[in-house]
């Protein structure tokens, strides 16, 4: 089975901007999460979404959105860029079942100038 | 809330035995979760505790006390591809795919 994939690997932005970013899970997964990692804050869960429905959101302010597709596939997306928003964003998928195992994507490095 | 600590950074020799401890303090708690990250890279499973004990896979082994809020990832025979971030994840009693993650610890392998 191909793997979680998110494009694009590499994108820089200034500030005020907004941005896009994608995730194809796992096949067969239902649930891709969202999560920020920074050097400074660690791992941070951004949303999770089931079957096209956000079913948990994290403590973020609410320029940080996102949704699903019909076929599991996930963006989410980050208006009015600070250049706090620097950080590697992660979706992890997992079937969605009870304490199912979350297997990450490469990840999108985000540069905000 | 959900705290969980683990420390910053170790540092082993290759064929040695290293253990990374974990402990959280959580509203809720279904399982916890060991994650390894090499650099640039995204995080791979190593393994998963619900119940209390020691769970062994390979050159890896997990051990969880709930009652304690403790756990800790054991790594036997070093190598240095061992070289690593290993995080610590738990899981809440949401009963969705929630993890909450310590700050990982940087584990430095040395000939």
């Known amino acids: 089975k191909a793997g979680v994939t998110q494009t694009p690997r590499y994108l820089i932005k200034t500030r005020g901007q907004q941005v896009t970013l994608s995730c194809s899970p796992i096949s067969g997964h239902r649930s891709v999460s969202w999560y920020q990692q920074t050097p400074g804050q660690g791992l941070q869960f951004l949303f999770e979404y089931f079957s096209e429905t956000q079913r948990n959101k994290g403590n973020f302010p609410g320029r940080f959105s996102g949704r699903q597709f019909s076929n599991s596939r996930s963006e989410m997306n980050v208006s009015t860029l600070e250049l706090g928003d620097s950080a590697l964003y992660l979706c992890?998928?997992?079937?969605?079942?009870?304490?199912?195992?979350?297997?990450f994507g490469p990840g999108t490095r985000l540069l905000v100038l | 809330g959900q705290n969980i600590d683990q420390p910053t950074e170790m540092t082993a020799t290759e064929g040695a035995i290293v253990q990374i401890n974990c402990t959280y303090q959580t509203s809720g708690f279904n399982g916890l979760f060991w994650y390894q990250q090499h650099a640039g890279e995204a995080p791979t499973f190593l393994s998963y505790?619900?119940?209390?004990g020691l769970e062994e896979k390979g050159r890896f082994s997990s051990f969880l006390s709930r009652s304690k809020g403790y756990s800790y990832l054991l790594l036997k025979e070093l190598q240095m591809k061992d070289s690593a971030s290993y995080l610590c994840a738990v899981s809440g009693n949401s009963g969705y795919s929630t993890l909450t993650f310590g700050k990982g610890t940087m584990l430095l392998v040395s000939p």
């Open positions: 992890a998928s997992s079937s969605g079942l009870y304490q199912e195992t979350q297997y």
């Open positions: 505790n619900v119940l209390d």
